[in-house]
């Protein structure tokens, strides 16, 4: 392992002691902004410079085969189970924490505008810098059990985070629900782990994934109920169909939470999980249809809703699912490096959008903050034309969703036209991918169109806030639009990463990620497209980012706009789109509800306090009770009833004696 | 080994003479001297953990004195990897457990502490006796000052509570003596000795074969009664809500453990033929897989804090016993360390409950709501706590969990995974009670002056929150005293090769 490799450590400790600062603070000196601040965003910019230690050890002395493992102590020693708190540093891991801190850094360094008069200042940072730590862990466990402590403790941040201010019982909920059906997905990944305990012996990615090719058969029953129960794990924590419906209520955090937690890293664990166990996923290509299915269905079904949408943040939260259920239908193609690749490019063009309506949000919170008004500040309707007034961040959003939207030369084309072209070209294989990337390119017309529809109502036409507002309405400061600029630089140029195979220096991250996914190669198809074809996929690529952003730009008419307090209710489709397609009351009618009438109505009510305490328990005392007054009775005192007795008594014994 | 000849004998009759000292001492010093007492008791018992030989099964700081030799009942006491942790577990609780009640008990406080100091010495006594008769006095010792801790100094309820909280106990264990007693008589009668010795009832179970059935199930009621299982379970949330804070963190954290302790220690060693036979086996674990789902069901619906807790506990205790009758190497492994981690999380659980109490004068959980930023470090400590019972990597509720699910997979695997889906359901119902505890909007203007945790209080939460993270994160010194007694037990029923060979069951490659 190279020196440098060996201070891996280190990235992760210092988000930690962030943690610990700042925790303390929170207690003793909740006004410490500054020494908080200096903290929280020093500890990432630090740990993001030893993550490019580590990177350059990586990319001097590229691991083959084996990753570098450092093995820090003995977990969990059972037995023949020996589970060992490990990092593992190969390729994969490498561009994780880069994205993690880089962007982690970025953001909090946001924070600091974001958050200035929030009086949960400290706890805040506390948490994020908590989360950035568990994110680590996760990406640079070296088995599945120390991925999944990060895996958990991302999500209990992210809890922390959501319901950040707590005394909003629907932001309360929010927090939650998300831990919640994040366990519905944790589930599942325990599920994983204790099959593929019984099946290598092992719990490590090394050991795993080395004799998975022995132990398995291709398909086999094994090795398919494997990745689909860890794939479970990933609807929860990526939020795909059917666990997808925490996501947009986890808008209730602060907007950089929801840029960093919810966009940029956490939710993007999933598609990682499924990178780091590829040789498990190629060698069950049902289940790798499942993931690749699920994902393109979600990518068209968030799309639809959030067409829709005219919270802000709802837009973007929907649009992350999508565009995760992008993510999912690369790994699931078996393209895990184009997965890996638009992971990227969306952390930063997603993160951009995050920010920057977080910037917006603030803006209108101020305005109407200082005209008194109780108005929606991240409903759409409420907006409108701010570009006059927040140029920066007007320009720097609109490079990120033609990014999003797929339009050439912006990182998100390429990323997704990865993901597209390897969907098609599968299909010659069979012709389900053919239908896969179907939805794939409709729902890509529909991200280009309501990306627009979400700039054009926010920053274009007239302005909506009401005049006394317009006064207080102006950019935010710096300390928020220059990770921005950051972003909006990433945006353009992520793409460079891994261009396509007809242009020159293309597939760089695929080459460097060839290392950790070789093992699957095995097993899948070659993918092979004739550079006409591919040609021609990028050109339709480019005609469907047109499409969308033409046709939303021509056909909404943001002038007609009402601001939400005098919009007239939808109706009909736009109202089912508008309520989500009813997802979550229909899950609360047939899950939760039915849970509870059980616990409460049945086993609580009838079967402890009605049968077992009841008759059972103190039926059984009143029985005692009663046979003890018969007895009572009889000691009545009376010779003349004694007497009876024992002449009774006498007579049955006399008789059963003289049969 | 000076320390190891008599460190038991003074384990146990320390807390006597305590608890003599508390009796003599005028009543308002009566506090100070228990914990002085509790505290000298856990310094004793701290060696042990050093003292203790990881690298043996055997039963080690062995003591015997005859007591009454004419009937073969010799007063013999020893410990193994499985009674270790108990101990240290009781003689921990207790110094908390005497903090825990400072401001909370305010009458007859000599009688209490004297109370909890004879309770010790029945907890401890349960653990290390390793004859049977020494067993059952001690198990029917520390049933009276719980029964007294509860009928005197709990809720309004406190009687009927206590009441069904002896006789439930008492039934149990009644059928165990006549257990004993034959196993006794008929191991006498067919080997000569007379003797309630552990080792010489378990060498010699063979000839009680014909009894075996009837055996472990007084054996079997006793312990299930104890732990609680389902369906024996009702008189443990009526015993948690009635009795004071100490009761029932004691209650919750020593006592629940006695049940599987005693599965662990003699129902199944004694009669594995009964205890694996497919039949009872089905029954056991569909019990257990039904005490984690139901108890954690229920505990969803209650609107008194300790109630949930309580029927968390027979949640927790679910996993113990599906991990003990999975007998993997894992499995067992990880009962006891839920056996442990129970006792810290449930124990600190029920502190909490109690200071919520003293404050507020309530335990309905409706009755709170947004206190967290009146009374941020108790907030952050009930999550912290609530976590680990949710069974969050990084703290001692994951660790046991994950054993017993892992380790009883290959035994179980339906069984297993319906377990599982625990997981969810305690994410449920302790958030939810979280949220409406210390989240949401505070709407009853006296909580406004809420205080915030004390030093006393701290004293009390903050060792517990240590060990809570110590497991969670660096089981190995527990898990390596553990195995050695664990691995032994597996094998004694499962034979040598069941902990040996790697667990490995996949489809060869065709």
Redesign the interface.
């Known amino acids: 392992m190279p020196a440098s490799v060996g201070w891996v450590w280190l990235v992760i400790v210092l988000p930690f002691l962030g943690f610990l600062v700042n925790g303390t603070l929170s207690f003793v000196r909740p006004d410490a902004k500054r020494v908080v601040s200096a903290v929280g965003v020093g500890v990432l910019a630090l740990s993001f410079v030893v993550a490019l230690v580590v990177t350059g050890g990586v990319v001097a002395h590229p691991p083959h085969g084996h990753p570098y493992v450092l093995t820090l102590w003995s977990w969990m020693p059972a037995g023949s189970l020996q589970i060992d708190a490990a990092l593992q540093v190969d390729q994969l891991s490498t561009v994780m924490m880069l994205v993690v801190t880089g962007i982690s850094t970025l953001i909090h360094i946001f924070s600091i505008g974001y958050m200035r008069e929030d009086p949960g200042y400290p706890r805040y940072f506390a948490y994020l810098n908590l989360f950035v730590f568990f994110m680590l862990i996760l990406v640079l466990g070296a088995s599945f059990p120390v991925m999944f402590v990060g895996w958990e403790g991302v999500g209990l941040c992210s809890y922390l985070l959501i319901g950040f201010w707590y005394e909003n019982k629907p932001f309360a909920d929010a927090g939650k629900k998300a831990f919640i059906m994040n366990r519905i997905g944790d589930f599942g990944f325990l599920v994983a782990m204790f099959m593929i305990f019984h099946a290598t012996g092992s719990l490590s990615f090394v050991t795993v994934f080395e004799e998975a090719p022995q132990l398995f058969a291709v398909g086999g029953t094994t090795i398919t109920l494997i990745t689909l129960a860890l794939f479970m794990g990933c609807t929860g924590k990526s939020a795909q169909i059917p666990l997808f419906t925490w996501l947009p209520d986890a808008m209730a955090g602060p907007t950089p939470v929801s840029a960093l937690i919810h966009a940029a890293t956490m939710v993007t664990a999933g598609v990682y999980l499924v990178a780091r166990a590829n040789v498990l996923f190629a060698m069950a290509p049902v289940s790798s249809l499942v993931v690749a299915a699920t994902g393109a269905a979600t990518a068209l079904f968030a799309a639809t809703i959030a067409v829709k949408q005219w919270d802000i943040k709802k837009v973007l939260a929907y649009s992350t699912i999508s565009q995760l259920g992008y993510m999912f239908m690369g790994v699931g193609v078996g393209a895990y490096a184009a997965g890996i690749f638009h992971l990227t490019t969306h952390a930063f063009f997603k993160a951009l959008l995050f920010l920057g309506s977080g910037s917006v949000i603030h803006a209108l919170h101020h305005a109407f903050h200082a005209t008194h008004r109780h108005d929606d500040a991240q409903d759409m309707r409420n907006m409108g034309g701010l570009r006059r007034y927040m140029p920066w961040t007007a320009a720097l959003m609109w490079i990120a969703t033609l990014a999003i939207a797929g339009v050439p030369g912006f990182s998100g084309f390429f990323s997704k036209d990865e993901i597209l072209a390897m969907t098609f070209a599968r299909g010659q294989e069979a012709g389900v991918f053919y239908v896969l990337w179907i939805v794939g390119a409709v729902a890509a017309l529909l991200t280009a169109f309501y990306m627009t529809r979400m700039m054009l109502y926010t920053f274009h036409g007239p302005t909506r806030t009401g005049e006394e507002e317009e006064r207080h309405l102006h950019e935010a400061p710096w300390v928020m639009t220059g990770p921005l600029l950051f972003l909006g630089i990433g945006s353009v140029v992520a793409g460079v990463l891994n261009l396509p195979a007809v242009l020159p220096g293309s597939g760089w991250l695929h080459h460097f990620l060839e290392p950790v996914t070789e093992g699957s190669t095995a097993y899948l198809p070659e993918f092979h497209l004739a550079s006409a074809t591919e040609w021609a996929l990028l050109g339709l690529a480019t005609l469907i980012a047109a499409a969308g952003i033409l046709g939303a730009w021509n056909f909404l008419k943001p002038a007609l706009l009402q601001p939400a307090s005098l919009a007239t209710p939808e109706s009909g489709l736009q109202r089912i789109l508008l309520r989500k397609w009813y997802v979550d009351e229909i899950y609360d009618a047939l899950v939760i509800r039915p849970i509870m009438w059980l616990s409460e109505r049945t086993f609580w009510k009838v079967v402890d306090v009605g049968v077992i305490d009841g008759v059972l328990v103190n039926g059984s005392a009143k029985t005692a009770r009663a046979v003890g007054w018969i007895g009572s009775r009889l000691q009545s005192g009376r010779v003349a009833t004694y007497v009876f007795f024992f002449v009774l008594g006498s007579i049955l014994v006399l008789r059963a004696l003289l049969r | 080994m000076i320390y190891g000849e008599w460190i038991l004998d003074l384990l146990l009759a320390f807390p006597v003479l305590a608890a003599l000292a508390v009796l003599l001492s005028p009543e308002a010093a009566a506090k100070r001297v228990a914990l002085v007492g509790t505290l000298v008791e856990f310094l004793l018992s701290v060696p042990l953990w050093w003292m203790f030989d990881p690298g043996t099964a055997a039963m080690q700081f062995q003591v015997t004195h005859p007591w009454i030799p004419g009937w073969g009942i010799m007063f013999s006491l020893g410990l193994d990897g499985i009674s270790l942790f108990m101990v240290l577990l009781t003689t921990f609780t207790m110094p908390l457990a005497v903090l825990g009640s400072w401001n909370y008990i305010k009458e007859k406080q000599r009688a209490y502490y004297a109370l909890l100091l004879v309770l010790t010495t029945g907890m401890l006594g349960v653990f290390v006796a390793l004859d049977l008769f020494v067993f059952y006095v001690f198990w029917e010792i520390m049933l009276i000052p719980m029964y007294f801790l509860i009928g005197v100094w709990g809720g309004p309820r406190r009687l009927y509570a206590a009441i069904?909280f002896f006789l439930?106990t008492f039934v149990g264990s009644l059928l165990m003596l006549v257990a004993i007693l034959v196993m006794y008589s008929v191991v006498g009668r067919a080997t000569g000795e007379y003797s309630f010795a552990y080792s010489h009832l378990l060498d010699n179970v063979g000839s009680v074969e014909r009894w075996a059935f009837w055996l472990f199930g007084a054996f079997f009621l006793a312990f299930a009664i104890k732990v609680p299982m389902f369906?024996f379970?009702?008189?443990l949330p009526d015993a948690h809500v009635e009795a004071p804070t100490a009761g029932s963190v004691i209650l919750a954290g020593i006592l629940l453990k006695m049940g599987t302790y005693g599965f662990l220690r003699f129902a199944v060693p004694f009669f594995p033929g009964v205890a694996f036979h497919p039949t009872v086996q089905t029954v056991v674990v569909v019990l257990a897989v039904t005490g984690i789902i139901?108890g954690a069901?229920?505990a969803?619906?209650?609107p008194d804090f300790k109630k949930l807790v309580a029927y968390s506990s027979i949640s927790h205790l679910g996993f113990v016993m599906l991990g003990i009758w999975a007998l993997?190497?894992?499995s067992v492994?990880?009962a006891i360390i839920i056996m442990i981690s129970h006792g810290i999380s449930t124990g600190a659980l029920f502190f909490l409950a109690g200071m919520l109490y003293e404050r507020a004068h309530t335990r309905e959980i409706a009755a709170f709501g947004?206190i967290?930023?009146v009374v941020?470090?108790l907030a952050a400590t009930l999550t912290i706590v609530s976590?680990s019972s949710i069974g969050?990597?990084?703290t001692n509720g994951f660790?046991g969990e994950?054993?017993v699910?892992?380790?009883s997979?290959?035994t179980f695997?339906w069984a297993?995974?319906v377990a599982?889906?625990g997981?969810?359901f305690a994410?449920?119902y302790l958030?939810?009670a979280l949220?409406r505890l210390?989240?949401?909007?505070?709407d009853n203007p006296e909580h406004e002056r809420m205080r915030d945790l004390s030093a006393r209080e701290l004293l009390v939460l903050v060792p517990l929150i240590v060990c809570i993270l110590w497991i969670g994160?660096?089981?190995?010194p527990f898990?390596?005293r553990v195995?050695a007694s664990a691995?032994a037990l597996v094998e004694q029923i499962r034979g040598p090769e069941a902990?040996t060979?790697?667990?490995?069951?996949?489809?060869?490659?065709?």
């Open positions: 069904k439930f369906p379970h009702t008189w139901y069901l229920v969803m619906v209650q993997s190497l894992q492994e990880g947004g967290a930023r941020p470090a976590l969050l990597p990084g660790i994950f054993l699910l892992v380790g997979f290959g695997p297993t995974v599982a889906t997981v969810i994410a449920a958030l939810r949220q210390i989240y949401n909007k505070l994160l660096y089981p190995a898990l390596r195995e691995q902990t060979t790697p667990a490995r069951a996949a489809e060869v490659v065709r």
